[in-house]
């Protein structure tokens, strides 16, 4: 009640004024008439009433206190003028808000990341029970579980809950009317949208059985791609589409919430899997990810027992396969966020944190400047009577003003984070990454702001208000009489600007330098020279081996034919980055080992130039021939340290292999050894054997093509030549991302490229705001000393000695903090070097430059003020006192 | 005229509250009527009616309506809540406990 009476008063506040005032005015009526009556004149009578009544004004304030929104109306009033303050010296409010702004939106933008990644649910049902079950090798901890493995799993599930699978794999989509193009599409156990919880926005799910042969000819699509290729349009429900060139029907459209780049949402579309006798039957071809939801009264301790029981009873029952397979399960939140939630973001948070607290420093120092200059004032308040609360009020109000400001700018400075990396994550079917600015973000940047603004704006206050007020007033406001305190208080903060400017810099500098050293660590192979792009041929037009050989023929015929091309290739993988294909292999000659422990290798499987392509050597033997086809013998090639492992100092060449499998081993012969080569992978390979053998042995469907251009032709200018030539062969093949091979590997090492320009963008930050820091110092301090310089030029000295004298200052400061600084910034390194072990981190000479830059920079910032040393006239600046 | 008296600290409240329970009476109307009651022996200090009546108001103890008065004018007239008629019994009960201890010890000491 008393509430909603405040309230009405408040808002009715004119009202409410006006209606005290008459009351008052008709009380001084009655009064003065009453006196009337007593004989005195009018006049007199109107006067005596008012000296009767007492001090209109400060009864009507006293008045007003009683509403109980004296407190609120002041603080309006203190806002008002706080804000008459701020825009008085626009200069100044600029910059502290751009300073807080940029270090809050550093740090809302990594918080942004963390929101959209760690702290968004997955768009689940009941997310807490659901989690992906894997099987760890040696050579693999998140491995997939084969078909027949997963059929087991849904048999012996028991009460534990149910079981969904899926698998992803490119496949080549048509319709009439569109240009084909290469689509991410999972295929699926009927039961994994009804598992997952997920509605259908158009359509409807899987039914039950659709993933048995002849029902399974239907497609869910998502959302992302329903409204990029079929404009959105529900009459797509029930139409007729060519997935790998056989007809499909589309039955349902995936909401857009599942569009999340974490888990699912990069699919394209789905279909259900086809459980033929022989697939349901696979135990070797381990590659079906795995999703549980565990019953209600099934714990997640309980789960885990469960699942790897299973894996310990394949491992039983199937030791051939399975000796060295364990299974385990991983919550699928946790699996969203991945690996780079232990370490990555922490330290991009930590790292937007220094940006933060040098933009801190900066505003304290900033609103410390300004309120040392306002000194006078507050000692005239304070000896006035104003209590510290209404010295402090102003300034608090002040500070307020600013973090909303801040606050603002940095949601806008977070909302251009998610703009680019959205764009910079965006692959060639449109998916990408996206940090959504939420209200918990938006939230963050507020709540962050104000307390820097209240902590950063209010410490200087404080000095302020420890001011002795005799002696500033003695000293009529010049310089900073007794500031030794908060002279030191300021060194103390540009020395810290440095050293966590030092800090970002050097982690910039490091990380630049070491995925640089990654990109250029192709020993062994070229990509400069290479175009490569990935063809899936559809199994309804291709289905017989017979017919892929032939295209194969075919398409290195007319590639290499190509004016400008010096060698053509068709092959698994390109040597940029690790091969998935992994196989067990049987050495001739040596022990045959356990069943299921045999060596693995990563296999790649090439067309004869493809060694010539990237520039890959030979050292022993031969490379593959056109001669090894189908109908030759087996032969393969190995790599450098494959053959010392297996074979010792022994020649290799001659010696046989066979892939690991039941039954009589395939032997083929070792015809070659390569070079050895590394990758630009920044995950370390836990396959360290290669293995090559000829693509005419083992025709694939899926397969790179990659050309090498002759000296001096640029690789870009040959891509359209060669997608014609594969289109003259068959007008619907796509080919997905044909570009020169380096920028393909830019473009997949994206989010190592990203982490690179925001710790680049973090250094740059930090360097500009120090470097504004320790200027501005400078700059007052040139101000304040005035008098003192002038004196020493009047006494003899020369410019370039108060020059010396100004920049000495800064620089020791500068230096005192980059050297702390790069205590910081070995510390980062660590951090980098174990969280990205392909990247070397622990570069000196990159220490020294970066110092070098932070101090050289800083030298600037100083001289710039301290130039102004030539301009003092002796003269002046003394009659001035 | 008889001497003039100021109020007690604390008890132009109560005053004011009683005088309400009589029946709604506008801010002249209450200084007027403390004066008359008094026999203009009490000297009430117009600067704390005013903030007094509002600081009731804000309690709940009184409200207020805007009314023609008889002689055709609009005035603010201020009338006794039932928190506030529980307000007087709870205050004139402690002065009258108040006021008995007091002569007690004044007479007794």
Redesign the interface.
């Given at each position: 009640m008393t509430f909603f009476r405040r309230l009405r008063h408040l808002f009715n506040r004119r009202r409410s004024e006006a209606e005290m005032a008459e009351e008052m005015r008709q009380h001084l009526e009655h009064r003065a008439s009453e006196f009337v009556g007593d004989g005195l004149p009018p006049d007199e009578a109107r006067y005596a009433a008012q000296r009767r009544f007492g001090n209109l004004a400060s009864i009507q304030e006293q008045a007003r206190e009683a509403h109980g929104w004296g407190w609120l109306e002041r603080f309006l009033k203190d806002l008002q003028f706080a804000a008459r303050q701020l825009l008085r010296s626009p200069g100044f409010s600029l910059l502290a808000i751009v300073t807080l702004g940029l270090g809050i939106g550093a740090n809302t933008s990594m918080f942004s990341l963390v929101n959209g990644i760690m702290l968004k649910p997955l768009p689940y049902a009941d997310l807490d029970r659901l989690s992906a079950v894997y099987r760890a090798t040696p050579q693999k901890s998140d491995g997939g579980l084969a078909p027949a493995d997963f059929l087991a799993l849904q048999k012996a599930r028991g009460s534990y809950g149910d079981f969904a699978a899926y698998r992803m794999g490119r496949v080549s989509l048509s319709d009439p009317g569109q240009a084909a193009q290469i689509a991410f599409a999972a295929q699926t156990s009927a039961n994994l949208f009804s598992l997952l919880g997920v509605p259908m926005h158009l359509g409807r799910a899987f039914l039950p059985g659709e993933d048995t042969p002849g029902r399974h000819r239907v497609v869910i699509l998502s959302q992302r791609i329903w409204l990029n290729r079929y404009g959105g349009s529900p009459a797509v429900i029930g139409r007729k589409i060519r997935v790998d060139g056989e007809p499909h029907e589309v039955i349902g459209v995936l909401p857009p919430s599942f569009n999340d780049w974490r888990h699912l949402g990069n699919f394209d579309f789905f279909r259900p899997f086809a459980f033929t006798p022989e697939f349901a039957a696979e135990r070797r071809q381990a590659d079906l990810s795995v999703v549980a939801r565990r019953d209600p009264s099934i714990g997640p301790a309980q789960a885990a027992a469960f699942i790897a029981e299973q894996g310990a009873r394949a491992a039983r029952e199937f030791p051939e396969i399975n000796a060295e397979a364990s299974w385990r399960t991983v919550s699928l939140q946790q699996e969203a966020v991945g690996s780079s939630g232990d370490m990555v973001l922490p330290m991009l948070v930590g790292l937007s944190a220094f940006v933060l607290l040098i933009a801190c420093s900066n505003l304290a120092n900033l609103l410390l400047a300004r309120t040392m200059a306002r000194s006078r004032e507050f000692a005239v308040r304070g000896a006035l009577g104003a209590s510290r609360l209404q010295l402090l009020r102003p300034l608090a109000a002040e500070a307020l003003l600013l973090s909303l400001a801040g606050g603002t700018l940095a949601i806008f400075v977070a909302g251009w984070f998610r703009d680019w990396a959205a764009i910079r994550s965006t692959g060639d079917n449109g998916e990408q990454v996206y940090f959504a600015v939420d209200w918990l973000v938006m939230g963050w940047a507020f709540l962050a702001s104000l307390v820097t603004a209240l902590a950063f704006g209010l410490a200087p206050a404080l000095f302020a208000l420890r001011l002795d007020l005799n002696h500033t007033l003695k000293s009529g406001g010049r310089g900073a009489p007794g500031g030794r305190g908060h002279q030191r208080f300021r060194q103390i903060l540009i020395v810290g600007q440095f050293a966590l400017a030092m800090v970002l810099l050097a982690g910039a500098a490091l990380f630049i330098r070491g995925l640089h050293d990654l990109h250029h660590r192709r020993s062994g192979w070229e990509s400069a020279q290479a175009v490569t792009g990935a063809i899936v041929l559809p199994a309804g037009t291709y289905g017989e081996t017979e017919k892929i050989a032939a295209f194969h023929r075919l398409a290195l015929e007319r590639l290499a034919a190509l004016p400008g091309i010096e060698a053509a290739a068709l092959a698994s993988a390109a040597p940029s980055f690790h091969w998935t294909d992994v196989r067990k292999f049987l050495v001739e000659g040596l022990d045959r080992p356990e069943p299921g422990r045999e060596p693995a290798a990563m296999v790649n499987t090439i067309s004869p130039r493809y060694l010539d392509v990237f520039g890959l050597r030979v050292i022993a033997g031969r490379g593959f021939l056109d001669r090894d086809d189908r109908n030759a013998p087996r032969v393969y090639l190995v790599s450098q340290s494959t053959a010392r492992a297996f074979f010792g100092a022994a020649d290799p060449v001659g010696r046989r292999l066979a892939v690991a499998r039941d039954g009589a081993p395939a032997w083929g012969e070792i015809v070659g050894v390569v070079a050895d080569f590394e990758n630009v992978d920044p995950d370390p390979n836990k396959v360290v054997h290669r293995v090559y053998q000829p693509l005419a042995q083992e025709p694939r469907r899926q397969f790179e093509l990659a050309v090498r251009v002759g000296r001096g032709v640029s690789p870009a200018t040959v891509v359209d030549a060669v997608r014609s030539a594969i289109t003259d062969l068959d007008p619907d093949l796509p080919i997905r991302r044909l570009q020169p091979l380096d920028q393909s590997i830019a473009r997949t090492l994206y989010q190592l490229g990203v982490l690179r320009d925001m710790l680049g963008a973090f250094g740059v930050l930090g360097l500009a705001l120090a470097s504004l820091g320790i200027y501005g110092v400078i700059a007052r301090t040139m101000a304040q000393r005035t008098g003192e310089f002038a004196i020493r030029l009047a006494i003899g000295a020369r410019v370039s000695d108060i020059t010396r004298l100004v920049l000495g200052s800064g620089v020791r400061l500068a230096l005192t903090g980059s050297a702390l600084g790069i205590i910081g910034a070995i510390g980062v390194s660590r951090v980098l070097a174990s969280a990205f072990p392909g990247v070397r981190a622990d570069n000196l000479s990159v220490l020294a430059a970066t110092a070098t830059l932070l101090v050289a920079v800083a030298l600037l910032a100083c001289w710039l003020p301290a130039r102004r040393a030539g301009k003092i006239n002796a003269i002046d600046a003394l009659r001035a006192e | 005229m008889a001497e003039k008296s100021e109020l007690l600290p604390g008890t132009l409240d109560m005053l004011i509250l009683r005088v309400l329970s009589r029946g709604e009476l506008?801010?002249?109307g209450i200084?007027?009527r403390l004066e008359q009651l008094s026999q203009s022996a009490l000297q009430v200090?117009?600067?704390s009616l005013?903030?007094?009546?509002?600081?009731m108001?804000?309690?709940?103890w009184i409200e207020a309506e805007?009314r023609v008065t008889e002689n055709n004018?609009?005035?603010?007239y201020y009338s006794l809540t039932r928190a506030g008629r529980k307000q007087l019994e709870k205050e004139q009960e402690l002065w009258e406990r108040m006021s008995a201890i007091i002569t007690t010890v004044m007479q007794t000491a």
């Open positions: - | 506008h801010g002249w200084t007027n200090d117009e600067g005013y903030p007094a009546l509002y600081r108001e804000d309690k709940g805007w004018r609009r005035a603010k």
